[in-house]
């Protein structure tokens, strides 16, 4: 997976002709997942017109708004090699924060609410990186203990409790009710997440250095990148989405209890993974795994409008893990032997 | 680990694309040190430049090795917790708890068993609970069409040995990711399980087979089951421990390349283990219904993190190649002791899995703690000499 072409190409710029517009579009990760969604949504609203009314893309796009987050995040930690599986706990324990906050200050501005659970979910992030990076732990191991220990917490604080929406402000809970050019407003909050992180990850030099430290850690030591601060920051930057999660998940939700975003952990690097994300690190997009998060929710609701059985979604959301797992296999193989002809040719 | 591109070129085409992910590969915190230099007792490491090489057996030996080893260490924990909670807790020692601490264990423990040597060999099995979710609802289906019991009983195991012969194709044969595959499986599975049973619940299983699954041997607490888990454990620690296959699955997961060229089947073994994870799987998901009398679609569901939680716990590397079943027993008694002996000290069972996930990330850390400040002496020392 480290041999993905495009991490290769920059090697040996001479030896290729700049690839063609459509031949780089066709070579895209995120292109079957691209393809997919296209097809699902197309065939579902030729049988049933109503899943492309106003109102059922709207519903598409509440739906998916907090599994993209998620799933942005979880990008950033994957594509260093590692993973995070605490995400459903921290994402529980913001959004129980959220509305205890909300009962106990009912007059808070909702922005600075939105700031004390971004940091929140970031200071829970960064006791997953810290662990991680200082104790030179695997990831998998760190956070699955941290999975049980925030949900632990949020029993204990929690206990029986549940907030509803009624004990929040009618602003707050209109956020995933009121539309801006048809778009609902934590959709664009998620959109615009999307976007700042891919620029990131696209143009800077920490966001490449993600992926250089999860194509080979050995080899992004050497280079001089400081593995261990980058690594924190990814976990602190997931951790902080999975707070914003857990926020919209307050203002979408009725209520918010002590086992809120239970077993979030697997679809969220499941969206990974059906965008293209490869597990093992060092390449796949954030916008990949956007889509990907879109594509999953999106096969629920289209299941429903096709009038398939219920209890078929979830067997479906399975084969279509196992169908991306295949397909970047197959991609892997093929662009590593494109490279290898390319390096017998180079001799 | 020395040269994985030198060894590329003359492996076998069959293994070709599975080799991605090399051992130390897996989730590794960047920067963590490879394997051959990490957890080395102390004379081995006297010049900055000698980190990989020497390997001089420096370890305990003999009986030193046996009690003072990891395993041992669980096993004190686990004794030191029981006799704790024998006199602090009220109605601890007594047979009622030793049954009911054992009926609740059995699902995880014997699903840590194949756990364990798969992820001894490097590779995960997360897919584990739906695979017992799908085995619960096809009994509880076939059962209301009115099949005999006991060809469900054979049903059940056959379907779980299919679940694990899929995953083992995909990982085993077509080489992808275990990860990646059993979190699509866990899915697919218990989508599957959802499609045959619905939500509807089955109960009406024969109460004679019912009263079988939750009664004790005689006065003494012990489950009537635990004769059979007894058995799988004692076959599984004597595979994993007193065979070449057993002893193959740790080369396999120290390094794969190596493990190929002393002849180690790879992608038989691994195809084995996802056999045996499948088949245990489904005993515990027939476990689960009898004990509960209750076939439902979603019996057992994240149960597999409780699992791997406590194969961590229990000494097993997740970069593969080390653990062993009895350091597992202990760790998944020792959860359940810990579990059982709070309930009924009235702590609130919410309090429990901060215990359980706390004990893992201190089995990781604890460990490293040693290492880290030897490290850090030998830095400075290094930093103070003088350059000659």
């Known amino acids: ?347 | 680990m020395s040269d994985p591109t030198g060894a590329r070129t003359i492996l076998p085409a069959g293994d070709g694309p599975s080799r991605t992910p090399a051992k130390g590969a897996r989730m590794a915190a960047p920067g963590s040190t490879r394997p051959g230099t990490e957890r080395r007792p102390g004379p081995g490491r006297r010049s900055p430049g000698s980190t990989t090489t020497q390997a001089a057996p420096t370890g305990r030996t003999g009986a030193a090795r046996l009690l003072l080893g990891r395993d041992a260490v669980m096993i004190y924990l686990l004794l030191v917790v029981v006799f704790y909670a024998c006199i602090v807790v009220p109605r601890f020692a007594s047979p009622v708890t030793v049954g009911f601490l054992l009926l609740d264990v059995i699902p995880t423990l014997l699903i840590a068993l194949p756990m364990t040597l798969v992820i001894i060999s490097g590779e995960i099995d997360l897919s584990v609970a739906s695979i017992a979710g799908l085995t619960s609802a096809l009994m509880g289906v076939l059962w209301q069409a009115g099949t005999p019991i006991a060809l469900v009983l054979v049903i059940c195991v056959l379907a779980g040995l299919v679940a694990g012969a899929f995953n083992g194709v995909l990982i085993a044969y077509l080489g992808l990711p275990s990860l990646a595959v059993t979190i699509g499986t866990l899915a697919l599975f218990r989508g599957l399980a959802l499609v045959v049973i619905g939500d509807n619940a089955v109960a009406n299983f024969p109460p004679g087979l019912t009263a079988f699954f939750t009664s004790k041997l005689g006065g003494t607490g012990i489950p009537t089951v635990m004769v059979g888990v007894v058995v799988l454990i004692v076959a599984f620690a004597v595979v994993l421990h007193f065979t070449p296959f057993g002893r193959g699955l740790f080369a396999l997961g120290y390094s794969k390349e190596a493990a190929t060229f002393v002849g180690i089947d790879v992608a038989q073994s691994k195809f084995l283990l996802y056999l045996a994870t499948g088949t245990v799987s489904a005993l515990a998901g027939i476990y689960w219904t009898l004990r509960y009398s209750s076939a439902r679609s979603d019996n057992a569901s994240g149960l597999e993190l409780a699992v791997i939680a406590a194969v961590l716990l229990g000494g097993v590397s997740i970069f593969g190649g080390k653990g062993s079943i009895p350091g597992v027993l202990a760790g998944v008694l020792l959860i359940g002791t810990i579990n059982y002996a709070l309930k009924l000290d009235r702590v609130s069972e919410v309090v429990l899995i901060i215990v359980t996930g706390s004990l893992l990330i201190l089995s990781v850390v604890a460990p490293t703690i040693p290492t880290a400040l030897r490290r850090a002496r030998h830095a400075r020392r290094v930093r103070s000499a003088p350059l000659s």
């Open chain 1, 1 to 347: 997976m480290s041999l993905d072409s495009r991490s290769a190409a920059p090697v040996q710029p001479a030896a290729h002709p700049k690839p063609s517009p459509l031949g780089s579009f066709l070579k895209l990760r995120e292109l079957p997942v691209i393809l997919a969604l296209v097809v699902l949504v197309a065939v579902t609203a030729a049988v049933n017109p109503l899943f492309l009314s106003q109102q059922g893309i709207k519903d598409l796009l509440l739906n998916a708004t907090i599994l993209m987050i998620l799933a942005v995040g979880q990008t950033l930690v994957i594509i260093t090699r590692n993973i995070d599986l605490s995400v459903g706990s921290i994402l529980g324990l913001v959004a129980f924060g959220t509305g205890s906050v909300f009962v106990a200050a009912p007059e808070l501005p909702i922005i600075l609410v939105f700031l004390i659970g971004i940091a929140f979910g970031a200071v829970l992030g960064a006791v997953n990186g810290l662990l991680i990076t200082i104790a030179k732990v695997p990831a998998l191991v760190i956070t699955l203990g941290t999975l049980y220990i925030f949900r632990g917490i949020n029993n204990a604080w929690a206990g029986g409790t549940q907030y509803f929406a009624g004990e929040r402000p009618d602003a707050f809970g209109n956020l995933s009710v009121d539309t801006v050019l048809g778009f609902p407003v934590i959709t664009l909050i998620a959109v615009v997440v999307v976007a700042v992180v891919a620029v990131y990850m696209l143009g800077t030099r920490p966001g490449r250095d993600l992926y250089a430290i999860g194509s080979e850690p050995e080899a992004a030591k050497l280079f001089g990148i400081p593995v261990a601060r980058r690594v924190l920051l990814a976990f602190v930057v997931n951790g902080a989405l999975a707070g914003l999660a857990g926020i919209l998940y307050a203002s979408r939700f009725n209520s918010v209890g002590a086992t809120t975003g239970t077993g979030l952990e697997l679809d969220v690097v499941a969206a990974a993974v059906v965008g293209g994300v490869a597990i093992f690190g060092g390449s796949g997009t954030v916008v990949g795994a956007a889509i990907g998060a879109l594509l999953l929710t999106t096969i629920t609701s289209a299941l429903t409008a096709l009038r398939v059985d219920k209890f078929w979604q979830q067997a479906i959301v399975g084969i279509l893990i196992l169908a991306a797992v295949v397909i970047d296999r197959l991609a892997g193989a093929r662009a590593a032997r494109k490279l290898r002809i390319a390096e017998a040719r180079n001799v």
